[in-house]
């Protein structure tokens, strides 16, 4: 089993900076993708950005310049750094990690969600 904790979320007035955190544990041969998804109250998920392993990242153009994901393999964790925060940002972010486990089918893993809240 994969499990996915994340961290970070919390109260930020708008212009300010956040870091989300998403450490991956359990069986876990290799990570592949990483990314974040979002969701505001009333609306669909939606992708925020994405990081493959080779470190190659895709972002939703509103976020485009104001976030910036990175990834850590050795400790199987994602972030996501944002800065400039709007208040339209305020959302449930999930992280998400697909892969390989050690033994067994390969593995798709989402977070449990974590709230940010933007004051303007």
């Known amino acids: 089993q994969v499990q996915l904790v994340e961290s970070g979320g919390c109260l930020v007035q708008a212009g300010g900076s956040l870091r989300l955190s998403c450490a991956a544990s359990?069986?876990?041969?290799?990570?592949?993708?990483m990314g974040w998804s979002r969701q505001a109250p009333g609306k669909q998920r939606e992708l925020v950005a994405t990081?493959?392993?080779?470190?190659?990242?895709n972002y939703a153009e509103s976020v485009k310049g104001r976030f910036t994901i990175y990834r850590d393999n050795a400790k199987n964790t994602v972030y996501l750094q944002m800065n400039s925060l709007k208040p339209e940002a305020a959302a449930v972010y999930y992280c998400?990690?697909?892969?390989?486990?050690?033994?067994?089918?390969?593995?798709?893993?989402w977070g449990q969600g974590n709230k940010v809240t933007v004051s303007s």
């Open positions: 990081i493959t392993r080779g470190g190659s990242t």
């Open positions: 998400n990690e697909d892969g390989w486990r050690n033994s067994g089918p390969p593995f798709a893993s």
């Open positions: 359990g069986n876990i041969f290799s990570i592949n993708t």
